[in-house]
């Protein structure tokens, strides 16, 4: 039997992690806090109206590599998994380094041709695996690579590097007492291209000297600044620069004199750690953790794309210090502080939807398909 389908309009709903494990330990009968009857109800209601709702067509809420990352670690990867897939219904974020990539092969073109103030597109299914407004399969289709231990290791090496950094610049900040978050910000921003160019350059120089590095291969392996400046060459060169002179020439101009407060990416992450640097100038005690890195890359990379996101507090107090009118997104914040709110937005989602809809899901489905799957982990 054939169906003429309506179209869809999917919210896109991005979930932290904290989430994602809340609710799979709400769920799983062998989790601890389960079997001693310490689930808070918040977890399984969510739940609840997240998978209805997706079972209703009316959003998806795509999985990431944070996901998978941030999962590898925990001790729970499977389930963790299980419960990512079944939000995501087969959705999944680009690679952040594509994201912001996409993001600078569109302003460099833009910048080459005299178009420098043209927005840029941020059509969620530019970055997205799957099709978002399709009609889910009743099926998700997931391979099992199991874990392996030496990814997890690069994962929490990458993790503890980059919390020495982060440490290192939080204490550079509370004894520069700079209160202004512009200042910071413009910073970021301005330092980016040097930053960029700078890890290309490094990364020619150990070429040239790869002899050094046989036993240590991964130190020069493209970075995602390589990997950017790859992609303006060949745009260069199909714009007829092709002496390496002027192209090089062409790419230092850009990176000194391009606005790249238009990159969302960077636009977003730069005022993420302007609010940290005020908060250290002003006193704060407490230097940001070992996720912190994790939470802005997920939010300066997928905010520009979701209809809401749900983060966790800290994040979100730190979103709300943000001057108004520097975040002109449509993106709803959403923390467990208004977690109740977010509940409101989920159920107004599905009073929004047209009684034509809902009958049609249930004609495709059958009326039993919206109900939760709450024994997701039982058969385990």
């Given at each position: 039997m054939s169906y003429s389908l309506p179209i869809l309009?999917?919210?896109?709903?991005?979930?932290?992690?904290?989430?994602?494990?809340?609710?799979?330990?709400?769920?799983?009968?062998?989790?601890?806090?389960?079997?001693?009857?310490?689930?808070?109800?918040?977890?399984?209601?969510l739940f609840e109206r997240l998978d209805s709702l997706?079972?209703?067509?009316?959003?998806?809420?795509?999985?990431?590599?944070?996901?998978?990352?941030?999962?590898?670690?925990?001790?729970?990867?499977?389930?963790?998994?299980?419960?990512?897939?079944?939000?995501?219904?087969?959705?999944?974020?680009?690679?952040?380094g594509i994201i912001q990539r996409r993001q600078i092969i569109e302003h460099f073109t833009n910048w080459l041709n005299g178009r420098a103030d043209t927005s840029l597109n941020l059509d969620p299914q530019c970055v997205i695996h799957g099709k978002i407004n399709a009609w889910s399969s009743r099926l998700i289709l997931s391979v099992n690579m199991?874990?392996?231990?030496?990814?997890?290791?690069?994962?929490?090496?990458?993790?503890?590097?980059?919390?020495?950094?982060?440490?290192?610049?939080?204490?550079?900040?509370?004894?520069?007492?700079?209160?202004?978050?512009?200042?910071?910000?413009?910073?970021?921003?301005?330092?980016?291209?040097?930053?960029?160019?700078d890890k290309y350059i490094d990364y020619l120089s150990k070429l040239v000297r790869v002899h050094e590095f046989i036993d240590r291969l991964e130190e020069i392996l493209p970075n995602d600044s390589v990997d950017i400046i790859t992609s303006l060459l060949s745009i260069l060169e199909n714009h007829g620069v092709n002496k390496a002179g002027e192209m090089w020439e062409k790419i230092t101009e850009y990176f000194r004199e391009a606005d790249f407060s238009q990159l969302p990416t960077l636009h977003i992450s730069a005022l993420l750690f302007a609010a940290i640097a005020r908060q250290a100038a002003i006193g704060r005690k407490k230097?940001?953790?070992?996720?912190?890195?994790?939470?802005?890359?997920?939010?300066?990379?997928?905010?520009?794309?979701?209809?809401?996101?749900?983060?966790d507090k800290e994040f979100s107090n730190i979103l709300l210090e943000i001057p108004e009118g520097h975040l002109n997104y449509k993106t709803k914040i959403f923390s467990i502080n208004s977690k109740e709110n977010f509940m409101e937005y989920l159920n107004n989602i599905e009073k929004s939807a047209a009684p034509n809809h809902i009958a049609k899901v249930n004609e495709v489905y059958g009326e039993s398909w919206r109900n939760p799957y709450l024994t997701l982990y039982q058969k385990e």
């Open positions: 309009n999917k919210k896109i709903i991005y979930l932290d992690q904290f989430a994602i494990s809340n609710m799979m330990k709400a769920l799983n009968p062998h989790m601890r806090s389960n079997k001693e009857g310490k689930v808070d109800e918040f977890w399984l209601r997706s079972k209703l067509q009316l959003i998806i809420c795509p999985d990431s590599e944070i996901h998978n990352s941030e999962s590898l670690l925990s001790g729970f990867y499977e389930p963790l998994k299980r419960m990512y897939e079944l939000m995501s219904s087969g959705r999944t974020f680009f690679e952040k199991g874990d392996d231990d030496e990814v997890s290791e690069e994962i929490k090496t990458f993790r503890e590097q980059s919390f020495v950094g982060l440490e290192e610049v939080f204490n550079y900040w509370v004894t520069s007492k700079n209160l202004d978050l512009i200042f910071w910000y413009k910073n970021e921003i301005t330092s980016f291209g040097k930053v960029t160019m230097p940001p953790n070992r996720g912190t890195m994790n939470d802005i890359t997920m939010i300066s990379t997928y905010m520009p794309y979701c209809d809401a996101m749900f983060i």
